[in-house]
């Protein structure tokens, strides 16, 4: 949200003296060296037929656009991020609302255990799924003890076990923009909504979800970047038979070495997380000037 | 305050600072790449002590699968970011053709002579034979007598694969795909007959994924080396390994100094070290279980090789065959076994 959507007054734009303009250089020149030439370098190396990038060429695009399957493995990825947004909105959402009305004390606490899968490395989280998801693992056992199944469920190695798991490694993404954006809400909106005689609901909806819009927006982006490349969670939970984006690109750099292949594989899926995130973006947008406009 | 002055001798300590590891680096020490897992834990446990009290030269250990190492010696272009590459046939002959190794000068390797013929040439030294065969786990399941087996009952629903990533991945496919009509550059049959039991099987996993998924119960029979399982029985897991009626396989593991490598002196002491008598016999003890090469080592009764003679009784590949079709088998199995 940007200061003049907020107050609704558009300020003149002030010219930045040449010094500040300087100060930017040293990071837009690291911004060049590190991001975008390797980008280039990427598109470049993706138009080459051979693995030993000698003989340029649109061969690897051809190959890769033209096999149907390549289209299913980004739908799939798509959908993966999609469903993951769509989980962590269903448990973040309802969280964040609790944190908002918890004491000071409750709220250090809830913000600690929000914050604490970001300070486990990717790694020992994904492993700790498998021992939750396993067939043995404690799931398993609790429903088998329980009487409510006879024979294990198979979890590990599924979409709903990759998405149960990813849901849980990237919910601070989701919860952090959020509870900051709600925290900063005026909480006499809510008594002026209540007193003008809305229910709860009413006010949620009419009230509070607009106004949060930004910071839930920001969350998707988050959630969705990220677990779509989230190839340690992807191959050690989803296993091999569920096929992403970036299971291709690992197995055509490292294993086949097949660099332009890999090149076009991460172009793609570059391409498409910025469109989804784009639209995303939009929308945010959007619903910023549908609140303030 | 910030004077010029300050941030100058600011900038100056940090550009200084920066530069001390290369410095350390020059005094004595050389950059080895090693596999993760039980490699990296036997050569600190037991290579690092060893070349530190030879030669006073620190090892430092890089870990990183075969494949990887080429992957970033590629990336490096002549600056390689370890000095030597430890690697199985296949990522082998890859780095040959790919120039990224140094001709070795076997006089300055002593312990070369020490290790039988074949596994000296003129790219490097092979160190340890790797034997890879079925591993399951005998509590839950009987003994499977061969490849065919594990497309059976009780076999095939407790059954972990993995794909063509691997080496060991690789070369189980292929006898698998032998047992039922296929051959070393044809692994259709493995493929045709994997789908057909395909919704029964346990887990199709990445190799590094495997033994925790087999010490967590999702699978209880996997193709693998004989590493792992000695691995994963010092941890207390109920594994057992067997010979696949139709032999069980077996490559060698082969280090060498990588072209444009910063010490190439100290490389050498690092290969002579690891063909060396003390340290082959030390890693052939558990829970290490390495396979010796050097001829003054007895091979310890509990190993599945009893001397580098029978090595010829063992299944082997031309990897010079199988490294041009690999590519396209790892995309055949990405197509047949998605969901």
Redesign the interface.
């Known amino acids: 949200m940007t200061p003049e959507r907020a107050t609704g007054v558009a300020r003149p734009r002030r010219k930045l003296p040449l010094a500040e303009w300087q100060l930017a250089l040293p990071l837009a020149l690291a911004f060049a060296s590190i991001f975008l030439a390797p980008l280039v370098m990427l598109v470049g190396v993706s138009f080459f037929n051979d693995d030993k990038i000698t003989q340029p060429g649109i061969g690897q695009w051809v190959k890769f656009l033209g096999d149907p399957f390549s289209y299913k493995v980004i739908a799939d990825t798509m959908l993966l991020g999609i469903k993951t947004v769509c989980a962590t909105i269903v448990i973040g959402y309802p969280l964040a609302l609790i944190y908002l009305d918890a004491s000071p004390r409750l709220q250090k606490v809830l913000i600690f255990i929000i914050v604490m899968p970001l300070l486990l490395s990717v790694v020992v989280r994904t492993f700790a799924w498998i021992v939750v998801l396993g067939r043995e693992g404690v799931v398993n056992t609790l429903l088998l003890q329980l009487g409510i199944i006879s024979e294990p469920l198979r979890l590990l190695q599924t979409e709903l076990g990759l998405v149960i798991s990813l849901t849980q490694i990237e919910m601070p993404l989701m919860l952090l923009p959020l509870i900051s954006v709600m925290s900063r809400l005026d909480p006499n909106l809510r008594d002026a909504s209540s007193a003008l005689g809305a229910s709860r609901w009413r006010t949620l909806f009419k009230v509070i979800v607009p106004l949060s819009m930004p910071g839930l927006v920001a969350g998707c982006l988050l959630v969705f970047a990220s677990s779509t490349t989230a190839f340690i969670s992807q191959t050690v939970i989803g296993g091999v038979r569920l096929i992403y984006l970036p299971l291709l690109i690992w197995q055509q750099s490292l294993v086949v070495f097949n660099w332009p292949f890999a090149a076009v594989v991460s172009l793609t899926l570059l391409v498409s997380v910025l469109t989804v995130v784009s639209a995303l973006s939009y929308l945010g947008r959007r619903s910023g000037g549908y609140v303030h406009g | 305050m910030f004077s010029r002055r300050r941030l100058l001798a600011g900038a100056t300590a940090l550009g200084g600072a920066s530069l001390l590891p290369s410095i350390a680096h020059a005094k004595g020490s050389v950059a080895a790449a090693i596999y993760p897992g039980t490699w990296e834990e036997a050569f600190r446990a037991i290579v690092v002590p060893a070349l530190k009290k030879k030669d006073s030269v620190d090892l430092e250990l890089q870990p990183l699968f075969a494949?990887?190492q080429?992957?970033k010696a590629?990336a490096a272009r002549g600056a390689p970011p370890f000095d030597a590459f430890v690697l199985d046939p296949g990522p082998r002959i890859?780095a040959i053709q790919d120039g990224l190794f140094d001709k070795i000068d076997v006089k300055k390797i002593s312990n070369a002579s020490k290790l039988p013929a074949g596994l000296v040439d003129e790219w490097g030294i092979g160190v340890n034979a790797q034997v890879v065969g079925i591993a399951y786990n005998p509590k839950k399941l009987p003994a499977p007598k061969g490849w065919k087996d594990l497309f059976t009952d009780p076999w095939v629903s407790r059954l972990g694969i993995?794909?063509?990533?691997t080496t060991f991945g690789t070369v189980s496919l292929i006898e698998i795909a032998k047992v039922f009509g296929g051959s070393e550059t044809n692994i259709e049959p493995a493929l045709v007959e994997l789908k057909k039991v395909l919704p029964k099987i346990?887990?199709?996993?990445?190799p590094?994924?495997m033994p925790?998924?087999f010490q967590?119960?999702?699978c209880d029979v996997i193709y693998t080396n004989t590493q792992t399982v000695a691995t994963l029985k010092g941890r207390g897991v109920d594994i057992e390994f067997v010979k696949p009626e139709t032999g069980a396989i077996t490559f060698l593991t082969t280090l060498h100094i990588a072209k444009g490598a910063a010490e190439v002196e100290n490389a050498y002491k690092y290969l002579d070290i690891v063909a060396g008598k003390e340290v082959q016999e030390a890693l052939t003890k558990p829970p290490y279980n390495f396979i010796p090469v050097n001829k003054d080592v007895p091979v310890p009764s509990y190993l599945p090789m009893k001397s580098l003679d029978e090595m010829s009784s063992y299944v082997r590949h031309d990897w010079a065959k199988i490294n041009p079709l690999?590519?396209g088998w790892?995309e055949k199995f990405?197509?047949e076994?998605?969901?």
């Open positions: 494949v990887d080429v992957a590629k890859t993995t794909g063509f990533q346990a887990a199709v996993g990445q590094a994924a925790g998924l967590q119960g999702q690999r590519a790892i990405n197509k076994m998605a969901k």
